[in-house]
């Protein structure tokens, strides 16, 4: 070994890492497994538009909403760390601008409902049978997951709808075939929109 | 070449890449980096970028040199990023069992040396200390820095033979004719 090779050893030598550096790491990978990833874009055919996914699937998509707000809400009601990853979302992302831009009509995408309601998950996994350009009134759900009584209920659970778009809470309206309410940016005239969009002759 | 029937399907889970790598990988960013805080950083943000880029990776490829890949390349972006404000030499540079003056001349030494290291291209630096301090492959060291294993093996003997021809300990040694002295093999 010559000299240079003795003064690289001092410069180099040998830097251990500390548990508390490799204490962080595995902390942090803890959050990643089990965070949410989200993107935005800014101007889409339904505005702003802000995507969450999970591991095993969509967890909530909202447009019209600030990204701040967006992330406030996911951590809060999910108890996890929300990070920004394009890489993560883009998948879902990409899927939805094909569907707004009439390229696509059905999604391949799994759905996570991790804070939805046994009662809940029925009638969105109800909703998701309806097949785009079709329609169903909220008695024929209520009807589907066999409480006939509970069309009501039915318009809440509809109206909580974390997914809206992939899950087709637009395809329900009442059993005159009006459009009743939609709690996504623009109300109505989107839920009109994304009818339209499919092929759905509206009443 | 080993072959493992089957293997491809049988990716290990992340937490045990980082078990078993995340040492080696936080020791070469601080080389890289000479910093504890900078090599900290880019050891999470490295490993935040394997984890998002896990589930598409081949089964069959080198995870460790996979995961060094990453995490070189953000610590090149830090450095690319970083005012040269120069080097501060830390406390586990000097030996304190030395004669002060010993020291002193030890200490003028180093600066020099990290100086005229830092000067050298990124890959003849990076293909040094992957070799000597991380005791990767030649072919290990060409995934990572996006080369031949050749040209890996060419930088490392550069590099050395420069400092040595700076330095003047016992004399350089014979340039080998493959690219001009100043440049990197890449």
Known sequence: MDKIEETLDAIYGTPAMGTEVLDRLRHSVRQWQEAIWYDALRDTAVGPLLVAVSDQGVVAIEFGTDEAGFVGELEARHGVTAIRSMERVSETMSQILQYLSGDRRSFEIDIDLRDSTEFQRKVLEAAVAVPPGYVATYGEIATRIGKPQSSRAVGQALARNPIPIIVPCHRVVAADGSLTGYSGAGGIETKAHLLRLEGATIA | MEVTVGASNKKPQFDVLVDAHAGEIYAYLWR???????????????????????????????????????????????????????????????????????????????????????????????????????????????????????????????????????????????????????????
């Open chain 2, 32 to 186: 890289m980096l000479q910093n504890e805080q900078d090599a900290e950083d880019c050891l999470q943000e490295g490993f935040l970028k394997a984890y998002l880029a896990y589930d598409r990776l081949d089964g069959s490829a080198n995870y460790r040199a996979w995961l060094y890949r990453i995490a070189g390349n953000t610590a090149r972006t830090r450095l690319r990023g970083r005012l040269r404000t120069g080097v501060l030499l830390s406390e586990e540079h000097s030996d304190s069992s030395l004669p002060i003056e010993q020291q002193a001349e030890n200490t003028f030494q180093l600066e020099a040396v990290i100086q005229a290291i830092e000067g050298l291209p990124y890959k003849q630096r990076a293909s040094v200390i992957l070799r000597k301090y991380q005791e990767l492959s030649y072919e290990e060291i060409g995934m990572i820095l996006d080369t031949s294993a050749e040209s890996a093996r060419a930088n490392v003997y550069q590099a050395l033979n420069k400092l040595r021809t700076q330095f003047g300990n016992g004399g350089a040694l014979p340039v080998p004719n493959l690219a001009e002295e100043n440049s990197e093999v890449a």
